[in-house]
């Protein structure tokens, strides 16, 4: 067994594991940008939506608020957030404290 062949195909797939490692973690990030920009995408959905439910009933103005408020409320269960600071990112450490307050005051 030629040891030193043996040696460089290991230090060789060492390095496309790193290559790999490095492509998955720009993956993931873009990943992450697509959700963080899907969310921001159905709250302005959402708010469009209420504003032309809003012009084309004249009683649609509170249901509409409903609507858009629970749009919210599953935005943030589905983990991402709701509040002025981290409005449409990730959550990524449990619930918010400003989200929740947003949630309450509401
Ligand atoms: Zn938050």
Not at 17 to 41: F, T, V
Not at 86 to 92: C, E
Request: some cysteine; hydrophobic content about 30%; glycine content about 12%.
């Amino acid at each position: 067994m030629d040891k030193q062949a043996v040696f460089a195909q290991v230090a060789e797939l060492e390095e496309r594991i790193g290559e790999l490692y490095g492509e998955l973690g720009s993956l993931k990030k873009k990943i992450i940008d697509l959700l963080e920009e899907n969310s921001k995408l159905q709250v302005e959905n959402g708010n469009l939506r209420d504003r032309l439910e809003g012009q084309t009933s004249k009683s649609g103005g509170q249901q509409s608020s409903v609507g858009g408020f629970n749009a919210l409320t599953k935005l943030y269960e589905e983990g991402f957030h709701i509040c002025n600071i981290h409005y449409g990112s990730i959550r990524t450490e449990g619930d918010c404290l400003f989200c929740q307050s947003f949630l309450q005051k509401s």
